[in-house]
């Protein structure tokens, strides 16, 4: 594969990252804030909000990471490898985290979602679960393949 592929891939990952930074510094503390206001009597709403999403940033990034080492691995010409194999495995586990983080959260953002005109928090809270879990699947797939095409390569090798 093309280094400019890659690079170009690269850069897509850190522009990926970039956004959900600026929503961790800016967006998720007044998100919490807003729970807290709806909930006051619930002083430990806000504080379930901010651990809910904070906790979700941590596997986002960590599978950036992996996504980031795994186009290193192309660049080096390692693709079919047992790393490319690891970082497939990090980054489905990091998905499946994050589906799991965003559904333990669903009952805060329906409670959210019931004191708001249009229930905005649930199909959110959704959209996020079922993209983790298609990135998941997605991941598991080709983590698959990869060994597969791993195991006939090295096949191969031994034939010849």
Do not use: W
Not at 36 to 46: A, H, V
Not at 62 to 88: G, M, P, T, W
Not at 112 to 141: E, N, Q, T, Y
């Amino acid at each position: 594969m093309k280094r400019g592929t890659t690079l170009f891939l690269k850069i897509a990952v850190i522009l990926i990252g970039i956004p959900i930074f600026a929503l961790c510094i800016f967006l998720v503390p007044k998100i919490g804030d807003f729970a807290g206001e709806l909930y006051p009597k619930m002083s430990y709403m806000k504080s379930l909000v901010l651990i809910d999403m904070y906790a979700a940033a941590i596997p986002f990034y960590f599978a950036l990471y992996q996504a980031f080492k795994l186009l290193s691995y192309i660049d080096k010409n390692q693709a079919f490898s047992e790393l490319s194999v690891k970082a497939l495995k990090h980054i489905k586990y990091c998905a499946i985290t994050i589906s799991t983080l965003y559904l333990l959260g669903m009952p805060l953002y329906y409670l959210m979602g019931k004191r708001v005109d249009p229930p905005s928090f649930i199909p959110i809270g959704l959209v996020i679960i079922f993209a983790s879990m298609v990135i998941a699947v997605f991941a598991a797939v080709l983590q698959h393949l990869l060994k597969e095409a791993i195991n006939i390569k090295s096949e191969n090798d031994l034939t010849v």
